[in-house]
């Protein structure tokens, strides 16, 4: 979860939002194999590939894109801040509030996200290690295949004629009925019906309620539910398998995964060390 450092450059917007200005000549070649040739100068200093690479690297992808579109007037911008920030700061700007403030405000923002990317980049995560956060994680990669039923509801009285029949099609099917069959002949949901029932596959990182994970991963394979509740109507669902994911086929997504949580649960650990104490005004 690697973070760009944004340069305030909101001048630059002028270029992502395609304003169109006469094609510059000559034309820049934009070389990051070249690091010391200059390729332009800027109020009459020299601006090498280096100086470039280093001013896009500050931007979003949007803005990179922009930049290279049209270097000419990027670096023309680019000049016109530096331009109206020495003027400002002959003015004494940078030391009148709120500017002071702002800047140091974004001095810190700047550099709080300089140090969580560092934080990110040292942060080794051995495949072993990885390894571990799977095992531990086994169930979460855990896919089923299932069938359902659905009897849907609008208002109190069709509530209560589904939770009835919901009732009654749960005491068929512990009895022994054909839960396919059962799908034909009463299940509203009209794509698994076509399919005897049949549900996509069901993980427990779905943003699905969680009512339906416990519901689902509290069946073994064969089970049948009871009625269940939600909003829009009463479910009946049956697990036909559960299958596990191998590590080698999450390993890249939980990599990402596990860099993101240990690097909120690094960065929930330096505000909570952050002591702040409430001192009472006197009386």
Known sequence: MLRRIVFPVFVFSALVLGQRLPPPEPKIVIDPDKPNEVIA????????????????????????????????????????????????????????????????????????????????????????????????????????????????????????????????????LKAGADFAALVKEHSKDQTSREKDGDY??????????ESVKQTIFGLKPGGISQPLRLPNGYYLFKLISLEEQGFDEVKDKLYLDVKQQRSREWMQKMRTSVEVKVVAPAK
């Open 200 to 209: 996509p596959p069901v993980k427990r990182s779905d943003d699905i309620p």
């Open 41 to 172: 100068t800027v109020d009459g200093k020299p601006f090498t590939q280096m100086e470039l690479q280093m001013l896009l690297v500050t931007m979003t992808k949007a803005q990179q894109d922009a930049v290279r579109s049209n270097p000419v007037e990027a670096l023309r911008m680019y000049g016109w801040l530096k331009k109206m920030a020495n003027l400002a700061e002959k003015e004494g700007l940078d030391k009148e509030s709120p500017f002071q403030q702002r800047i140091e405000m974004n001095r810190l923002t700047i550099l709080s996200e300089a140090m969580i990317q560092r934080q990110e980049q040292n942060d080794v995560l051995p495949p072993e290690t990885l390894k571990g956060y799977y095992e531990r994680m086994k169930d979460q990669f855990s896919t089923t295949k299932l069938k359902l039923i659905y009897l849907p509801f609008v208002n109190a009285t069709e509530e209560l004629q589904a939770k009835k029949k919901a009732d009654d099609l749960y005491a068929k």
